[in-house]
């Protein structure tokens, strides 16, 4: 099954200058708790943001580039990325980003873990839009709002009607 999961501000931005545009230590804990163990896929810009493959996950990038450190599988097409995922149907693929790569799966997604936060911020990169008529809300848990996490957030799950 193929997942997607990103944080967005209250206008669909989630990238500036190749970088998140907040600091949110919540939400990277979810990200880290949620991809823990799974495997993730990434197009080439989201992966030079983090700069190294992410530990306790298989790392998948997809890029033209052969250019990657050790422990990174690169895939240069959607369509070898959707093979493999069909060769593997039990499995979690979670597409951590980033727009580019999330417009090309769009269609054939499973699973989305967005997280909303709920202000607004200078950037670059907007999510693509996604009809949530195909999706039910399946939760919604409320984010950690303190001194380090200064914007409110929500934590949801969609899940695809159809499956
Ligand atoms: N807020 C969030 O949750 C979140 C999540 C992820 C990313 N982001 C942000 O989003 C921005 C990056 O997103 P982006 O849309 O610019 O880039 P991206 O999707 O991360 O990467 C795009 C690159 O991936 C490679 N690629 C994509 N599709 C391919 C295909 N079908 N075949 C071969 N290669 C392919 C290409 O690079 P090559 O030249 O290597 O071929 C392409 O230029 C950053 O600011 C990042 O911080 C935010």
């Known amino acids: ?31 880290k708790r949620t991809t823990m163990g799974n495997t993730i896929i990434s197009g080439s810009r989201t992966f030079r943001s983090y700069n190294r493959p992410l530990p306790g996950r298989e790392n998948i990038v997809v890029s033209s580039q052969k250019n990657f450190p050790d422990g990174v599988q690169v895939i240069s097409s959607i369509e ?7 060769q593997h149907a039990d499995k979690e ?9 999330f417009s090309q799966l769009l269609s054939r997604v499973d699973r989305l ?5 709920n202000a607004e911020f200078d950037g670059d ?20 709002v303190d001194e380090k996490n200064k914007y409110p957030h929500t934590f949801e799950v969609f899940e695809r009607k159809d499956h």
Request: aromatic share 14%; net charge negative.
């Open 1 to 31: 099954m193929l997942s997607f999961i990103w944080a967005e501000d209250a206008k669909g931005l989630i990238g500036a200058s190749g970088q998140l545009p907040w600091h949110l230590p919540d939400d990277m804990h979810y990200f």
């Open 80 to 86: 070898k990325l959707c093979d493999l995922i069909e």
């Open 93 to 101: 693929y979670i597409v951590t980003g980033g727009a580019n790569l």
């Open 113 to 117: 873990y967005r997280t909303k936060i």
């Open 125 to 144: 990169t907007y999510m693509p839009p996604i009809d949530y008529s195909l999706f039910d809300k399946v939760k919604s848990i409320p984010g950690v």
